[in-house]
């Protein structure tokens, strides 16, 4: 896979948590440290899996050059 902004080659990895759900918030949008760490509301974007037991985890790519992480959440 190419970066969209500079189009040189982008490095496979993946973004892992131990035991939360991985979720993009919208900006005005804080997690309450009362909140479940699988919970995922309606205004959330799962990232990727998540197992009880080993926690979120989502491939992601990486350019160097652009310091950029791109994700596909579905
Ligand atoms: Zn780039």
Not at 1 to 19: A, E, F, N, S
Not at 42 to 52: N, Q, S, T, V
Request: with cysteine; glycine share 6%; hydrophobic share 30%.
């Amino acid at each position: 896979m190419k970066c969209p902004y500079c189009k040189q080659d982008l490095v496979k990895g993946h973004i892992q948590t131990r035991g939360e759900v991985l979720k993009w918030l919208p900006y005005d949008r804080q997690i309450s440290r009362f909140e479940l760490r699988w919970k995922v509301r309606d205004e959330d974007i799962r990232l990727g899996d998540y197992k009880f037991w080993h926690g979120g985890d989502v491939d992601a790519y990486c350019c160097p050059n652009c310091h950029k992480i791109i994700i596909d959440y579905k």
